[in-house]
């Protein structure tokens, strides 16, 4: 099984991607679990132009690739102004409609306080409901008083990022991936230069 994490954080170091390299470091000791994780920061990614996501190139289409190869996914996000950031958008806007269909998603989002905990659930899960994903129950939700140092310090996000690791795990074992229930209309993509 081949688990990708992807970090929406454009912060080098990031608590959002601390607590994803802890949810790989647990999915992979699975066994016959490949987990790694991805870091938008470190890719260039252009801005979704409205084209074909087959007629990209370069990063973008490398990052493209990996998501649609992966078995399951791990998607953090800081949440900025009750939302996910700019950057996990744009990536959502150059994939394919079907890049996710079927498969386990977790999430997993960092706020400066609780103020935006619901965010995951009017933000984030709606937006792998459209992509025919499954969003794993129990998102990770963790704040500034949680970390110290550059580090977690709180025993309880952790237990519940060990916990949505094995969940995802579990979940793409077990859940067919032609159970993606049914599919949009077709909306191909087209841009002002096309026509």
């Known amino acids: 099984m081949d688990l990708l994490a992807i970090s929406g954080s454009p912060s080098d170091p990031s608590k959002t991607a601390l607590l994803l390299e802890l949810a790989v470091a647990r999915a992979a000791a699975h066994d016959g679990v490949k987990a790694e994780l991805l870091a ?4 260039d990614v252009v801005f979704s132009d409205g084209r074909d996501p087959a007629d990209y190139t370069g990063d973008t289409r490398a ?15 800081p949440m900025y102004r009750g939302s996910y950031t700019g950057r996990l958008k744009n990536l959502f806007d150059v994939l394919p409609n079907d890049a996710l269909a079927g498969k386990p998603v977790g999430l997993v989002a960092t706020g400066g306080t609780d103020h935006h905990f619901l965010a995951v ?9 459209f992509f025919r994903a499954w969003a794993v129950p129990g998102a990770v939700y963790a ?5 110290d140092g550059g580090a977690l310090v709180d025993d309880g ?3 519940r990022l060990d916990a949505l690791a094995d ?8 859940m067919p991936r032609d159970a993606a229930g049914a599919a949009a209309p077709d909306i191909p993509r087209r841009s002002l230069r096309e026509g």
């Open 40 to 43: 938008l920061r470190d890719h």
């Open 63 to 77: 990052v493209i690739d990996r998501v649609v190869a992966a078995d399951a996914l791990v998607v953090g996000t």
């Open 121 to 129: 659930e009017h933000e984030l899960k709606p937006l792998v409901g």
């Open 143 to 147: 704040n500034n008083t949680h970390f």
């Open 157 to 159: 996000v952790r237990d």
């Open 167 to 174: 969940a995802v795990v579990t979940f793409a074992r077990r």
